[in-house]
């Protein structure tokens, strides 16, 4: 089994973080998000890896070449061809059955189960589900007791008892690109999906762990911490280019790469590759990207070049991540 990235959307949701960067090369505690995808699957011994490419490609395809012991290929869409159309694209490269995952989530789904699960349902298609809070934000999916999903729902107007929601994880055997069509803007969820389910070939895979699709600035921020507090979560070592960082602060309670440069007051945050926290600074809470420059007082807040997004007065501060950040192994 080999496995697909997808890793060329546009993040529309997250800007402005994503006016000069893809998704995926949004750092997460210090780290790109896209470490965290590759190592993952790497940890099931996948070796072979498909990254369907499209905004700032050379971004994704510079940081990927200095991974070892990954066998990274390119496909960069000059038109945008949707999630399934991009895989299309990459027949010739995929073994009889391969996974396909988002460069720019956080997840720590059990791939070698899921896998398990597709060939026992003898299913064209295997998806992830988990069940979400608040699932306004995304699609609910409806199965039966075997598994064999039975439809989509739209997304509803209210939280009610939460819902089951894609991950956006798909395990697939190769008979399933047939149905694709060649070189045309094709979506799983929207044009594959629903094809599949009149011929009841979908099977739902439910993943009891942590997933964030980091779809909103909020949701952003609290992966920082998150991931920041996730002693457990494997990281590569095989990665050439990586960011090393270290805790600073008396409490231990603050991220800082190596390459920052703290004069200032640092309380409970996360400082990126490069930035400075100005000796006039008194910053608490907050996630400093890679080369900002800081000073004066912040709270609660995203510092990127040229803007500030205040976000913790409207969500729990992460800080204390003990029930989540232990499901990583």
């Known amino acids: 089994m080999n496995a697909v990235i997808l890793a060329g959307g546009f993040g529309s949701r997250l800007k402005p973080l994503t006016d000069f960067a893809p998704k995926p090369m949004l750092p997460v505690a210090n780290v790109p998000m896209i470490d965290y995808a590759v190592s993952h699957i790497r940890s099931f011994g996948i070796k072979d890896i498909v990254f369907t490419l499209g905004y700032y490609p050379e971004q994704v395809t510079e940081w990927v070449k200095g991974y070892t012991s990954v066998h990274p290929h390119f496909l960069v869409e000059d038109i945008p061809l949707g999630t399934a159309g991009g895989v299309r694209e990459a027949r010739e490269l ?43 934000a995304f699609g609910l999916v409806e199965y039966d007791s075997d598994g064999t999903v039975t439809g989509f729902t739209e997304k509803p107007d209210e939280i009610g008892d939460g819902g089951i929601v894609n991950c956006g994880v798909y395990i697939f055997g190769c008979s399933v690109l047939r149905h694709i069509p060649y070189g045309v803007k094709y979506d799983f969820a929207r044009d594959l999906f629903p094809e599949l389910v009149k011929m009841r ?26 991931m920041a507090n996730g002693k457990n979560f494997f990281l590569p070592a095989y990665n050439r280019f990586r960011t090393i960082s270290h805790r600073i602060g008396g409490d231990g309670k603050s991220l800082a790469a190596y390459s920052a440069v703290i004069t200032g007051r640092c309380r409970r945050s996360i400082v990126g590759a490069g930035a400075a926290v100005a000796s006039d600074a008194d910053i608490s809470d907050c996630v400093v990207l890679d080369g900002v420059t800081v000073s004066g007082r912040h709270y609660g807040e995203i510092i990127g070049d040229g803007y500030c997004m205040p976000i913790a007065s409207s969500i729990r501060i992460p800080h204390d991540s003990t029930q989540i950040y232990k499901n990583f192994s």
């Open 94 to 136: 995929l073994d009889d059955y391969f996974i396909v995952v988002s460069g720019d989530a956080l997840e720590n789904i059990d791939y070698g189960a899921m896998l398990q699960s597709h060939l026992k349902s003898g299913k064209a298609a295997t998806i992830a589900v988990t069940r979400v809070p608040d699932p306004r």
């Open 201 to 226: 070939q979908i099977n739902a895979y439910y993943h009891n762990g942590f997933w964030s699709d980091i779809g909103s600035p909020a949701a952003y921020y609290e992966a920082n911490f998150i």
